[in-house]
């Protein structure tokens, strides 16, 4: 028969292994929602980087659309010397062309899992979420605004290079039109190829486009004479008062700009 000391020695060994078996639970009851937590932490990684891909991909798309705005619209208004019709077209064009691309409005879940501890590990996890969340929501909600400060940053960028550039690209184009009613150049060949049955596209020939863009009233050619009767004046004023001559009264000269392309065929008909 087991005496009293026997019996409490063996209470006391079956309160130690509990104890035992008691942190041994405990500390695999932390180290599994050490993991959980861990594992929640590596998909709010990836929703990030996919939330991140995809806010590139979309501002991508609209800087696509803002240049190809800018490319139309500053060839527009250097064709028909016209600055502000091609800034009208630029930020127009930017401003629709951006506000079609929807803004990416997609937020992460509550990813923190359940448990009893590591709460404040879990509280700043759930911190993280809310800020990126706020962040993505921040974002959404200023893009309208973005979007018109660069359509007009754009307008203004294609005014200054059509009126910047549109003495250079009138000399550029009347040039280059010379060399095509020349030669027939092989673009114009390839084309005829294609759409005229193997005669020459000619880019050039009268009543075209180009002849209109060129010939037209207040295209190329009235813009460079209009150009070089203004220096013709300066010069003979100059060289009057080098003489000691009374200076010829300068005339007013407007840079014209281009008619509507109708009104140029309708002349052709009556000539």
């Known amino acids: 028969m087991a005496t009293f000391g026997q019996l409490l020695a063996r209470q006391r060994g079956k309160q130690a292994l509990q104890a035992t078996l008691g942190r041994v639970k405990l500390q695999s009851d932390v180290q599994k929602e050490q993991k959980e937590l861990e594992a929640a932490r590596r998909d709010y990684q990836a929703e990030v980087e996919k939330a991140e891909r995809e806010m590139k991909k979309r501002a991508k798309k609209r800087g696509r659309r803002r240049l190809a705005s800018q490319i139309i619209g500053t060839g527009v208004g250097l064709v028909t010397g016209q600055p502000l019709l091609g800034a009208g077209i630029t930020g127009a064009g930017s401003a629709i062309g951006a506000g079609l691309v929807p803004e990416y409005e ?6 923190a899992p359940g448990g009893k501890f590591l709460s404040e590990a879990r509280a700043d996890f759930s911190a993280d979420i809310a800020s990126t969340n706020q962040f993505i929501k921040d974002a959404a909600e200023g893009q309208n605004l973005l979007d018109l400060t660069n359509a007009l940053q754009d307008a203004y960028t294609s005014y200054t290079i059509s009126k910047s550039f549109g003495k250079d690209f009138d000399k550029m184009f009347a040039k280059q039109a010379e060399r095509f009613k020349k030669d027939d150049t092989f673009l114009e060949r390839t084309l005829g190829n294609i759409f005229k049955k193997g005669e020459p596209m000619k880019f050039f020939e009268k009543g075209s486009f180009g002849d209109y863009l060129l010939s037209g009233e207040g295209g190329v050619s009235d ?28 005339e007013d000269v407007t840079i014209p700009s281009l008619g509507s392309y109708s009104s140029y065929l309708k002349g052709l008909g009556t000539n």
């Open 106 to 111: 997609t937020y992460i879940g509550d990813l």
């Open 223 to 250: 813009r460079i004479a209009a150009r070089n009767l203004q220096k013709t004046q300066g010069f003979n004023q100059m060289m009057s008062l080098l003489k000691g001559e009374k200076p010829e009264e300068i």
